[in-house]
Every structure is written in structure tokens, then in C-alpha cells.
Nanobody
Framework: QVHLLESGGDSVDVGGSLKLSCAVS??????????LAWFRQGPGEQRAGVAA??????????DAVRGRFTVSRANTNETHTTLNLQMNNLKPEDTAMYYC??????????????????WGQGTQVSVSS
């Protein structure tokens, strides 16, 4: 099982910025090429895709965050990588638990929840007005 550990969540004011990181390790095999994504789940809401990035750097964003959030990954070596999410101009509706997840699917940029089999525990982002 791939291990994912999120960090960087915090409470910020409207218009502020945060950077989330996800440390990814314990690949199924050295050099394992997989897709990574950020999801979020607000109070009373279903978990939804925020941004995804393939091993070769192709990205996709949810409409609600496009232009404000930037996803990136640093493939450190064959067994570790880091997934980042730079979030700017934060809004109250961005308040949620943010999760990183890994997928082997070539359809991962669709950010369908069921395509992602490995998940982190989440990090909380709260935006207040």
C-alpha cells in the first residue's frame, strides 16, 4: 500500500494563501509511475476532486479552484515523491478537509473518487471572513 501523509493545513483569512504538501512513499515497486490528486470534503459534503497531476506532469483542476490553486509534484527518487498544492486567494467555501490520493488509472485526471485506491488521513483548511 502506498503511504501518503498530508501537512500544511491551517486557519487563514479570506484572500490568504496556504501550501499543502503530501509525502508519498512505500511505492508498490521502485519507479512506480502513478497519478496523484488532491480531494476535499467540506462539512456535509461529498469528497470531491480538487486537482490532479500525472507522473509526466499533466494536470487538471476543478472549476471552483482553477486560476487560484496550483498542483505540482516532485518525483524525488524511485521510492519517494512529494505532492504540493499552492492555494491562493482562499475563500470560505474552500474550507474542508483536504486529502491526497494515488491512482494507477490512466483516467485519473477525471478525478473520479473510485479510481484512487490509496489515501492519506487529511489535513484541515479553514478560511474565515
Amino acid at each position: 500500500q502506498v503511504h501518503l501523509l498530508e501537512s500544511g493545513g491551517d486557519s487563514v483569512d479570506v484572500g490568504g494563501s496556504l501550501k499543502l504538501s503530501c509525502a508519498v512513499s512505500n511505492f508498490r515497486r521502485p519507479g512506480h509511475k502513478f497519478c496523484l490528486a488532491w480531494f476535499r470534503q467540506g462539512p456535509g459534503e461529498q469528497r470531491a476532486g480538487v486537482a490532479a497531476v500525472t507522473y509526466d506532469g499533466s494536470t487538471r483542476y476543478a472549476d471552483a479552484v482553477r486560476g487560484r490553486f496550483t498542483v505540482s509534484r516532485a518525483n524525488t527518487n524511485e521510492t519517494h515523491t512529494t505532492l504540493n498544492l499552492q492555494m491562493n486567494n482562499l475563500k470560505p467555501e474552500d474550507t474542508a478537509m483536504y486529502y491526497c490520493a494515488a491512482s494507477d488509472s490512466d483516467r485519473c485526471l477525471s478525478m473520479f473518487h473510485f479510481l484512487f485506491v490509496d489515501w492519506g488521513q487529511g489535513t484541515q483548511v479553514s478560511v474565515s471572513s
